[in-house]
Nanobody, 125 residues
Framework: VQLQASGGGLVQAGGSLRPSCAAS????????LGWFRQAPGKEREFVAG????????THADSLKGRFTISRDITKNTMYLQMNTLRPEDTAVYYC???????????????????WGQGTLVTVSS
């Protein structure tokens, strides 16, 4: 399994970005894919997750309304639409994939067996 994140960059506060994560190496039926982020000096933080087969999504409570996860099965690609960005959203954003993840564990990084390399998002004030 390979995950390739891209689409980060520098944006002013209030702006938008839509990083993507291209997945390859297998079919992802039954898998959960997710976005995490890690700011300097902080722990990796759950952003959002999506069940690949049914498209059911979960989002971190603090990011609901600003961030939206989605996927395109035909392209084997996952997206994270980020709106109204704030300087505190600055972080490296990682995509991850895992199987047999129960609902209570979707926000736990160790639940995911596969990780992309991350894409840096910098929000200037």
């Amino acid at each position: 399994v390979q995950l390739q994140a891209s689409g980060g960059g520098l944006v002013q506060a209030g702006g938008s970005l839509r990083p993507s994560c291209a997945a390859s190496g297998r079919t992802f039926s039954g898998y959960k894919l997710g976005w995490f982020r890690q700011a300097p000096g902080k722990e990796r933080e759950f952003v959002a997750g999506i069940w690949w087969s049914g498209g059911i999504t979960t989002h971190a409570d603090s990011l609901k309304g600003r961030f939206t996860i989605s996927r395109d099965i035909t392209k084997n690609t996952m997206y994270l639409q980020m709106n109204t960005l704030r300087p505190e959203d600055t972080a490296v954003y990682y995509c991850a994939a895992g199987s047999r993840i129960i609902a209570s564990q979707v926000g736990v990084p160790s639940s995911y067996g596969y990780w992309g390399q991350g894409t840096l998002v910098t929000v200037s004030s």
